[in-house]
């Protein structure tokens, strides 16, 4: 993924971060766990990002929600969760291809 796509993505993830996990997260704390599919590696997550890219354009996707799981590295996703707002991303581990992240604000 370039680094323009890149950052407009971060842009858009972070935001659905905010309003749905930032601000809903449980207890005084503000502990939210993320368990998703993660991918193994940055050349799998840019496979991911091209070929929902390539569906969008294929079938005129210009807005809109059109849901195409396009997962991240660990890395990537504790970057969002930092500029989402939150102070400490723990790597609790992975269960096959789900990872688990520990975040708190």
Same mark, same amino acid.
């Given at each position: $993924?370039?680094?323009?796509? $890149?950052?407009?993505?971060? /842009?858009? +993830?972070?935001?659905?971060?905010? +309003?749905?996990?930032?601000?809903?997260?449980a207890g005084?704390?503000?502990?939210?766990?993320?368990?998703?599919? $993660?991918?193994? /590696? =940055?050349?799998?997550?840019? =496979?991911?990002?091209?070929? /929902?890219?390539?569906? +969008?354009?294929?079938?005129?996707?210009?807005?809109?929600?059109?849901?195409?799981?396009?997962?991240?590295?660990?890395?990537?996703?504790?970057?969002?969760?930092?500029?989402?707002?939150?102070?400490?991303?723990?790597?609790?581990?992975?269960?096959?291809?789900?990872?688990?992240?520990?975040?708190?604000?």
């Amino acid at each position: $993924m370039e680094l323009e796509e $890149m950052g407009s993505f971060f /842009n858009k +993830r972070v935001d659905g971060y905010e +309003r749905h996990m930032l601000n809903n997260v449980a207890g005084s704390d503000k502990y939210y766990i993320e368990t998703d599919y $993660m991918t193994p /590696n =940055q050349e799998y997550e840019d =496979q991911c990002f091209a070929e /929902n890219k390539k569906i +969008r354009s294929k079938l005129g996707i210009t807005e809109g929600f059109y849901h195409y799981d396009t997962p991240c590295t660990v890395e990537n996703e504790i970057k969002m969760l930092l500029k989402a707002g939150f102070e400490s991303i723990k790597n609790i581990g992975k269960y096959g291809n789900t990872g688990i992240l520990l975040a708190k604000k």
